[in-house]
């Protein structure tokens, strides 16, 4: 098995986690699936997986990562890009048909006058002959139901799509979003041979979290929702066993177990980046026992230059872009305060946190937001609520690696 810190991992080196691809095959029977999770969690490997057992099983799988289209158009450009490559890839009749078809509708996609037209300015302008990419978006998807195939369409980052359109169309960015996400709801479930595409939507920032804040929650109310938990215990430790078998590099039980904890949100990701430093501070010092090394290891994650130190960045940008800003500001300092101790701050300090930074706010006003803060804090994944230490509810970071990087960023 190999050490990979940074790309999605395939084969061999897809650890611990068939089961759960296994299960989104089976869900791809009947539903559609949304995968959400912050960076670096597992999800393209996942999703490749589940491409994987979907092509074993005869049908077409392709993969768009549609985190740079800014509107609707380049949506549908891409998707049009692999689906015409996988056609081009066939020979057949039948294909040559479709092929053609495909040709005219990437013309089509391309001279699409804009890209998203969800303002009524824009319609106006527009008149009543130019299309629309709804239109032709339904014409793509249709003529997948001319082919007998069943297809699987693994979007990556639709989510980071959607937040470019509210970000560059202030007045009607919010509009179109929701047009979109009902276009997929809605037309794209009901276009004939709909059965035979399903979709696996993906995205490291918080889709659902978009979708509550503009009050549309409906509009993905139809994918099932999945998310990726950590490894259990027994299977962090049996991902690091592993891993030091291949490297050849003696580590006890007591080692592992240190490791693991360590990182102490045992996602692979931050197990596999672990022992990354540990292989090398044993390469450099070949004398001193691995346990000794493993605090200077977790402690070299957080430095700025190793490859995680962007990761840690990329959990600090969600929330900017997830958030309104004053929201944003609030959620930070609530997480910079609850840094300082891995066992994090006590739920009634943090309160008075709220309530120091919104003095207008009423009791109850101040304790809603804490809420809707702490809720969001919770499900993404930088918090664990905490029980054990007597002193009333704690909440804590739950990647250890991460907390220490918050609070080193809050330090001078
Ligand atoms: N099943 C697995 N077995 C072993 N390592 C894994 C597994 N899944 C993920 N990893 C580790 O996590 C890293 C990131 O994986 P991947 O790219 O699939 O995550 P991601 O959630 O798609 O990340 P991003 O949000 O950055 O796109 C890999 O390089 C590897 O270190
Ligand atoms: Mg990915």
């Known amino acids: 098995m ?3 810190a940074g790309s999605p991992v395939e084969g061999e080196n897809f650890f611990g986690r068939n089961d759960i691809a296994q299960h989104l095959r089976q869900i791809l029977d009947h539903d559609d699936i949304l995968l959400l999770g912050p960076r670096r969690i597992g999800k393209t490997s996942l999703a490749r997986a589940v491409m994987a057992i979907t092509r074993k099983d005869g049908w077409k799988a392709i993969e768009i990562v549609v985190a740079s289209c800014i509107d609707e158009k380049g949506f549908l450009d891409k998707l049009e890009g ?20 495909f040709g005219a509708l990437g013309k089509r996609i391309k001279s699409l006058k804009f890209g998203g037209f969800g303002a009524t300015a824009e319609v106006g302008l527009a008149g009543s002959d130019a299309d629309d990419w709804i239109t032709v978006g339904n014409e793509l998807l249709a003529l997948l139901g001319e082919l007998d195939d069943r297809w699987l369409i693994y979007v990556d980052e639709l989510p ?14 919010v509009l179109r979003v929701r047009r979109f996400l009902d276009w997929f709801r809605n037309d794209v479930r009901a276009l004939a041979g709909a059965g035979k595409v399903r979709w696996l939507i993906s995205g490291s920032v918080g889709l659902d979290t978009l ?70 501070l044993i390469a450099a010092s070949p004398a001193t026992t ?28 969600r929330l900017d872009m997830q958030l309104a800003p004053p929201l944003a500001a609030l ?32 009791d109850d006003e101040a ?17 664990l609520a905490d029980d054990s230490s007597g002193g009333g ?16 960023r809050n330090s001078l």
């Open 2 to 4: 190999d050490n990979i």
């Open 211 to 280: 979708v509550q804040e503009h009050g549309m929650a409906d509009t993905i109310n139809s994918l099932n929702h999945q998310n990726l938990p950590p490894f259990t215990d027994p299977l962090a430790c049996q991902l690091i066993r592993e891993l030091a078998t291949s490297y050849k590099i003696t580590l006890d039980d007591n080692a592992v177990r240190q490791l693991v904890d360590a990182v102490s949100w045992p996602q692979p990701y931050y197990l596999q980046i672990a022992f990354q430093q540990l292989r090398s």
């Open 367 to 383: 304790r809603a937001l804490f809420v809707r803060l702490r809720d969001i804090l919770l499900r993404d994944a930088y918090w």
């Open 82 to 101: 692999e689906l015409k490559k996988a056609i081009d890839s066939r020979a057949g009749k039948l294909w040559d048909g479709v092929r053609e078809k």
């Open 393 to 408: 509810r704690h909440y804590r970071f739950a990647l250890e690696p991460l907390r220490r990087w918050w609070n080193r």
């Open 331 to 362: 959620a930070k300092a609530l997480l910079a305060q609850s840094a300082a101790r891995p066992g994090g701050t006590r739920a009634e300090n943090l309160l008075d946190t709220v309530q120091q930074r919104h003095p207008g706010a009423s």
């Open 160 to 173: 980071i799509m959607l937040f470019n359109i509210i970000r560059q169309d202030q007045t009607g960015g």
């Open 290 to 317: 691995p346990q000794d090394l493993i605090e200077t290891a977790i402690d070299q994650i957080i430095q700025p230059g190793v490859g995680a130190d962007n990761d840690f960045h990329h959990w600090e940008k």
